[in-house]
T-cell receptor
Framework: KAGVTQTPRYLIKTRGQQVTLSCSPISGHRSVSWYQQTPGQGLQFLFEYFSETQRNKGNFPGRFSGRQFSNSRSEMNVSTLELGDSALYLC?????????????FGPGTRLTVL | AQTVTQSQPEMSVQEAETVTLSCTYDTSENNYYLFWYKQPPSRQMILVIRQEAYKQQNATENRFSVNFQKAAKSFSLKISDSQLGDTAMYFCAFMNPNTGNQFYFGTGTSLTVIP
């Protein structure tokens, strides 16, 4: 099976712009979670989607949003970008989102905000 | 609130030697799961090992084993016979069924295996 893929791998934006990141889970996986990784804050949970519904949400402002499509692919959108949004954004997929499932991470999208 | 602490930002070990990475956590829950994830320089996180809190037996996966001390809220990772490919960031993570399917990660330990 192909692993979790994320596109694009690298992205450069300027303050005030918006950005959309994409995550394709492993075939058959229905749960997709997103994490932000920064040197200062480490890995922080953004949200989880399961069967096109947001099931869980972390403590991020409303500028961060996401969605999931019927094929389980997920997108994450950040509006009105700030310098502090520069980070590696990771997504992880699992088959049913149960705690006993193994979560598989993608390679990440490196977002730089200038 | 759940917090995970990794007090060793960087560690190094000679190839073929054994190294132990520390992790402590804080929770009021009784049922939870603990994980060690590895993030090599290529950036893709890989599950190393997992431990269910209700299981007293320490988990092992080949050269990787954990020392799970529930009362002390400690979850250390031991890597035996270290290999160059073990060079990576190692993250300790906590998951609690009551807060959904989300990880609480520590800040990571950068491990370098020296040839």
């Amino acid at each position: 099976k192909a692993g979790v893929t994320q596109t694009p791998r690298y992205l450069i934006k300027t303050r005030g712009q918006q950005v959309t990141l994409s995550c394709s889970p492993i075939s058959g996986h229905r749960s997709v979670s997103w994490y932000q990784q920064t040197p200062g804050q480490g890995l922080q949970f953004l949200f989880e989607y399961f069967s096109e519904t947001q099931r869980n949400k972390g403590n991020f402002p409303g500028r961060f949003s996401g969605r999931q499509f019927s094929n389980s692919r997920s997108e994450m959108n950040v509006s009105t970008l700030e310098l502090g949004d520069s980070a590696l954004y990771l997504c992880a997929s699992s088959s049913s989102g149960q705690i006993t499932d193994t979560q598989y991470f993608g390679p990440g999208t490196r977002l730089t905000v200038l | 609130a759940q917090t995970v602490t990794q007090s060793q930002p960087e560690m190094s070990v000679q190839e073929a030697e054994t190294v132990t990475l520390s992790c402590t956590y804080d929770t009021s829950e009784n049922n939870y799961y603990l994980f060690w994830y590895k993030q090599p320089p290529s950036r893709q996180m890989i599950l190393v090992i997992r431990q269910e809190a209700y299981k007293q037996q320490n988990a092992t996966e080949n050269r990787f084993s954990v020392n799970f001390q529930k009362a002390a809220k400690s979850f250390s990772l031991k890597i035996s016979d270290s290999q160059l490919g073990d060079t990576a960031m190692y993250f300790c993570a906590f998951m609690n069924p009551n807060t959904g399917n989300q990880f609480y990660f520590g800040t990571g330990t950068s491990l370098t295996v020296i040839p």
